[in-house]
């Protein structure tokens, strides 16, 4: 990552501003992003898993989200 002081900016679409008027979901609505990573069957050997697999996509996701484009830049992230 780079920019000055180590902050990454990153433009917004301008396609996103269409959202400001959308409804907000009522709760149930839809599934949380844990809930659909959890239906991700977890190829692991139950043998050394530390944490779910749900969470480890998560914080995969996040790094994501914030520019990590390699396996190196999301585990640093995480």
């Known amino acids: ?3 000055q002081g180590g902050v990454v900016s990153f433009p917004i679409p301008s396609g ?3 959202l400001t008027d959308a409804r907000p979901a ?4 839809h599934p949380s992003l844990l809930d ?6 977890d190829p692991r050997r ?10 480890v996509l998560a914080i995969a996701a996040c790094a994501v989200l914030v520019g990590a484009k390699s396996l190196t830049a999301i ?4």
Do not use: I, N, S
């Open 1 to 3: 990552m780079g920019g």
């Open 16 to 18: 996103l501003g269409q």
């Open 26 to 29: 009522e709760p149930g609505e």
């Open 36 to 41: 659909r990573l959890a239906a991700v069957p």
């Open 46 to 55: 139950a043998m050394g898993r530390r944490h779910p697999l749900a969470f």
């Open 75 to 78: 585990a640093e992230a995480a």
